[in-house]
């Protein structure tokens, strides 16, 4: 069972920036971010593949968030740039047993709790 644990989290003014980290207890393969505002649906955000060649953004956070990953230490980064309000959600980091990437929720096999990210105005 990998166990993931997501840091990086809290409260920035709008338009600053954050970086995420989800770190894993073991190999992870295709890895991917996830986010839940409160009263909606969780979201995807961004996605990469076990090379890191592969990545994938919703199209709310394209040019702003940018997602990599550190094989040696088994962590994935999404770091967030020009912050909005609407940003403001509960971060999930998810990761498969799969090596290509996916906005798919279902596609994942294991979850994070979640790193809150709060974005004032």
């Known amino acids: 069972q990998v166990q993931l644990v997501e840091s990086g989290g809290g409260l920035v003014q709008a338009g600053g920036s954050l970086r995420l980290s989800c770190a894993a207890s073991g190999r992870t393969f295709g890895m991917g971010w996830f986010r839940q505002a409160p009263g909606k649906e969780r979201e995807f955000v961004s996605t990469?593949?076990?090379?890191?060649?592969?990545?994938y953004y919703a199209d709310f956070v394209k040019g702003r968030f940018t997602i990599s990953r550190d094989n040696a230490k088994n962590t994935v980064y999404l770091h967030m740039n020009s912050l909005k309000p609407e940003d403001t959600a509960v971060y999930y980091c998810r990761a498969s047993s799969d090596k290509g990437q996916s906005p798919i929720t279902y596609w994942y096999d294991y979850w994070g709790q979640g790193t809150q990210v709060t974005v004032s105005s």
């Open positions: 990469i593949s076990w090379s890191g060649t592969s990545t």
